[in-house]
């Protein structure tokens, strides 16, 4: 089986850095996804990690250790738009992505 | 446009009323999915599709069917709803399911309010 954790709620202000979370525990690692999701709005995509290491794209980073089973999502520069809930989620072998609560994260000016 | 489209965005209804939210996609993805959210729980997979006449149960089945007739729909039929069936429904699709050496992001609908009362 799969287990996703990752922090419910951070704060950050405005043109800061923030970082976060995900731990999992997996039986075999497909990859790693992560996911935005502003309040009453649909999931979109932001980022597939499956080699470690970090992938940058734009303000968004993400980073991937397969052996700490640790995922982060780092995101600079914040602005008042990147106010939304973030979401972890892995693929099973069972054809099913498995998702993480999320975690929401509150900019302030 | 490339969209994942859902009907209805908001329905309120009674308990034991069968009801139908529908969901197509335009992009020919191979790979269709139904997703319940409720606060604290995160997206939990309902049914899921590989293709065409191909179903199975995702994580939450209880209370849902599904069909896949054709490639581009794939609708939730609740034979009769009950209130802990009142939840925010998301349709997704992706081009298929995941090689490990690849990816393929799931494109979500708008999304579908659903209060059973």
């Known amino acids: 089986g799969q287990n996703i954790d990752q922090p419910t709620e951070m704060t950050a202000t405005e043109g800061a850095i923030v970082q976060i979370n995900c731990t999992y525990q997996?039986?075999?690692?497909?990859?790693l996804f992560w996911y935005q999701q502003h309040a009453g709005e649909a999931p979109t995509f932001l980022s597939y990690?499956?080699l470690d290491g970090l992938e940058e794209k734009g303000r968004f980073s993400s980073f991937l250790s397969r052996s700490k089973g640790y995922s982060y999502l780092l995101l600079k520069e914040l602005q008042m738009k990147d106010s939304a809930s973030y979401l972890c989620a892995l693929p099973d072998s069972n054809y099913q992505l498995i998702w993480g609560a999320g975690t929401k994260l509150i900019i302030k000016p | 446009e490339a969209q994942v489209t859902q009907n209805p965005r908001y329905l309120i209804t009674v308990t034991g009323k069968k009801l139908t939210v529908t969901c197509s996609q335009n992009?020919?993805?191979?790979?269709m999915s139904w997703y319940r959210q409720d606060p604290g729980l995160g997206l939990r997979q309902i049914y899921y599709s590989m293709n065409v006449e191909v179903t199975d149960k995702g994580d939450v089945p209880e209370g849902y069917k599904v069909s896949r007739k054709e490639k581009r729909n794939f609708p939730l039929i609740l034979e009769s709803p009950s209130p802990n069936q009142t939840s925010l429904y998301f349709c997704?699709?992706?081009?298929?399911?995941?090689?490990?050496?690849?990816?393929?992001?799931?494109?979500f609908g708008p999304g579908t309010r659903l209060t059973v009362l």
């Open positions: 997704a699709s992706s081009l298929s399911f995941f090689p490990r050496e690849s990816y393929n992001e799931q494109f």
């Open positions: 992009m020919n993805h191979e790979y």
């Open positions: 997996t039986s075999g690692f497909n990859g």
């Open positions: 990690n499956v």
